[in-house]
């Protein structure tokens, strides 16, 4: 509660001083900012489109807006305002693996990897890229680079539990039954919800190759 006053008593001081300065473009990112912690996301959204109109350059507005838009399922407007981004900063990782995840989250399988890869390139221990490639490469039946993306972003991060179960579905659909058991047992012991659907396909495979 007390956060949550503390949050409106910002948005008060800060109203104010947009209210005196309409074109600072910092004040009216930082407004944005305080909306969206609000969950105030047609006024953030409204708010960080003021601030791109004052300065259509800035990268950090287009990413920032593009969090917003995925915030809340307008997934497509994210896909845009990161792809401003790019623009305005080609080598920028962050743009690129925020496109791919979206891109996976529509289920553009090609999209995604595409975008991740090059995400990748500019930053090879990005853990989220590795885990959603990780995705995106099972459905694209590429299971050996799969299980590689996957290995890799256990490696980097041990606790993980996405990037256990990642892998344990990439080694499931490659045929390595034992292994993606093992994996399991590492995302459960991570907390990680594994799917009961999957966990049962994979109970009776092993119970197959043992019967």
Same mark, same amino acid.
């Given at each position: ?20 300065? /309409?074109?600072? *473009?910092? =004040? +009216?990112?930082? #407004? ?5 912690? %609000?969950?105030?996301? &047609? !006024? $953030? @959204? ?77 930053? /090879?221990?990005? *853990?989220? =890229? +590795?885990?959603? #490639? ?5 459905? %694209?039946?590429?299971? &050996? !680079? $799969? @299980? ?64």
């Amino acid at each position: 509660m007390s956060e949550n006053m503390n949050s409106n008593e910002m948005l008060e001081a800060v109203q104010k001083e947009v209210k005196e300065n /309409p074109n600072s *473009v910092v =004040a +009216l990112h930082r #407004l944005a900012l305080i909306y969206a912690r %609000l969950e105030k996301f &047609d !006024e $953030a @959204i409204e708010t960080f489109l003021k601030a791109i109109a004052i300065d259509p350059y800035s990268f950090e507005l287009r990413v920032n807006l593009g969090s917003i838009y995925f915030q809340t399922g307008k997934i497509e407007q994210g896909i845009e305002s990161n792809k401003e981004a790019l623009r305005i900063r080609p080598t920028s990782a962050e743009a690129m693996a925020n496109i791919g995840a979206a891109y996976l989250h529509l289920g553009h399988w090609e999209d995604a990897a595409e975008y991740l890869f090059q995400a990748l390139e500019k930053k /090879p221990d990005m *853990v989220p =890229a +590795l885990t959603g #490639l990780s995705t995106v490469l099972v459905e %694209l039946n590429r299971l &050996d !680079e $799969a @299980i590689e993306a996957a290995k890799k972003a256990v490696s980097l991060s041990p606790r993980f539990g996405v990037a256990h179960n990642n892998l344990a579905v990439a080694l499931y659909y490659n045929g390595q039954y034992n292994e993606a058991a093992e994996a399991v047992k590492q995302a459960k012991k991570y907390n990680y919800p594994v799917h009961p659907d999957f966990d049962k396909q994979l109970a009776d495979k092993l119970s197959e190759t043992y019967a």
